[in-house]
């Protein structure tokens, strides 16, 4: 007769959501990339030039840089591009496209033409705006 009896209250449904585990899940991975983060930020080791240049705030920007090593080795971020591909790379880069702007950073003891000759391939390549990296000198002792 469609009575309910003591036996429907000893099964009530769960009317609300745990959320104790999806907060754990969301600690550890906010811990991971907390660390991984710094770690992925590397590049590549260039002899910069010093220079008396104003300081630039680089922390709210996304970097997307060139480095050229003393070896001639080029390299975007950290991986070595061939210089016959190097246009063509730097042509199709979505995040160059928009920006049309990259950061440059060549090695001191490169010879003048080699380092030009690139810059000539980045203007081919639709690049319009180059910041060119330096460090700044050392501190004058007294």
């Known amino acids: ?3 309910t ?3 429907d209250l000893s099964d009530p449904t769960m009317s609300e959501i745990n959320v104790t585990p999806l907060v754990d899940v ?10 991984t983060a710094p770690l992925m930020q590397q590049g590549v080791e260039v002899d910069l030039p010093q220079t008396q240049a104003e300081i630039l705030d680089t922390k709210d920007q996304d970097l997307f840089l060139l480095s050229l090593t003393k070896d001639r080795k080029i390299y975007i971020g950290k991986t ?23 950061d440059f950073a060549a090695d001191r ?19 319009q705006q ?4 330096t460090e700044p000198p050392p501190p004058e002792k007294k």
């Open 80 to 102: 070595e591009i061939p210089r016959e591909k190097l246009e063509t790379l730097l042509e199709f880069n979505d995040k160059l496209k928009k920006d049309k702007k990259l």
């Open 109 to 127: 003891s490169l010879d003048y033409g080699f380092v030009v000759d690139i810059m000539a391939a980045l203007r081919r390549a639709g690049i």
């Open 1 to 3: 007769m469609g009575m």
């Open 26 to 35: 969301m600690l550890v991975l906010l811990i991971i990339f907390m660390i």
């Open 5 to 7: 009896g003591a036996s």
């Open 130 to 133: 180059v910041g060119m990296l």
